[in-house]
């Protein structure tokens, strides 16, 4: 079936560091890529996505480029902010849409002073 | 945005007793919602697609009997987990689909923490 592997955390970073998160995952066909994030006390809010090979998703500073080749949907920020400061899931879906989500075990994600 | 609520969002009871946890969509109407269950330091875990108006499909290894869930209008779908036992602590989340133009989102609940004495 198909699965998701990230980074285990935590990350910490002084504010204004670059910040990679790696994720890669298993699944037959054409997946679309998504990374959720989850502030304290929140629930998931989808961050960004991908939907085939090549697309880069962006939302605030964030980015991920859809590796095909290696399968691949790695996170990356150029400076973080304290702000930034959550859990990060990477998820892949195999029906088209967002439906039947498989996740990543999340990656925690502290940003200090 | 849309928002999803969950109630409770922590519940302690014991061991036999059943215990309900409510999803709702507060800003939208959602046909589908989907129940997660989450262990600490491990992935969420799709248990069931909640479908208003039909029944539950319920992810293999899922006890359907064990988790009921009532999907009775398009804003709530509710969990119930009936005879809990301690091994049925955790955290469980829920999220409700949004259907779009091109793409369909799902919106999630802050998770409701359950633990069985």
């Known amino acids: 079936g198909d699965s998701v592997t990230q980074m285990e955390g935590p990350v910490t970073l002084s504010e204004e560091a670059f910040l990679t998160i790696n994720c890669t995952y298993t699944?037959?066909?054409?997946?679309?890529l998504f990374w959720y994030v989850q502030y304290p006390g929140e629930g998931l809010q989808l961050l960004l996505k991908a939907t085939k090979a090549d697309d880069k998703g962006s939302n605030k500073g964030f980015e991920a480029t859809y590796r095909k080749e290696t399968t691949s949907f790695h996170l990356e920020k150029g400076s973080v902010q304290v702000s930034d400061s959550a859990v990060y899931f990477c998820?892949?879906?195999?029906?088209?849409?967002?439906?039947?989500?498989?996740f990543g075990t999340g990656t925690r994600l502290q940003v200090t002073l | 945005g849309a928002v999803v609520s969950q109630h409770p969002s922590w519940v302690i009871c014991k061991s036999g007793t059943s215990v309900k946890i409510e999803c709702r969509s507060l800003?939208?109407?959602?046909?589908?919602m989907f129940w997660y269950r989450q262990f600490p330091k491990q992935s969420l875990m799709l248990m069931a697609t909640?479908?208003?108006?039909?029944?539950?499909?319920?992810e293999q290894g899922v006890e359907k009997d064990k988790f009921l869930i009532n999907h009775a209008s398009l804003t709530l779908s509710t969990l119930t987990v009936t005879s809990a036992h301690p091994e049925d602590s955790s955290f469980y989340i829920c999220?409700?689909?949004?259907?779009?133009?091109?793409?369909?989102?799902?919106?999630f609940g802050p998770g409701t923490r359950l633990t069985v004495l």
């Open positions: 909640s479908n208003e108006g039909s029944k539950a499909t319920y």
């Open positions: 800003d939208f109407q959602a046909t589908t």
């Open positions: 998820a892949i879906s195999n029906t088209g849409t967002a439906s039947k989500l498989t």
């Open positions: 699944a037959t066909g054409y997946p679309s």
């Open positions: 999220s409700a689909q949004l259907q779009g133009f091109s793409y369909n989102e799902q919106f």
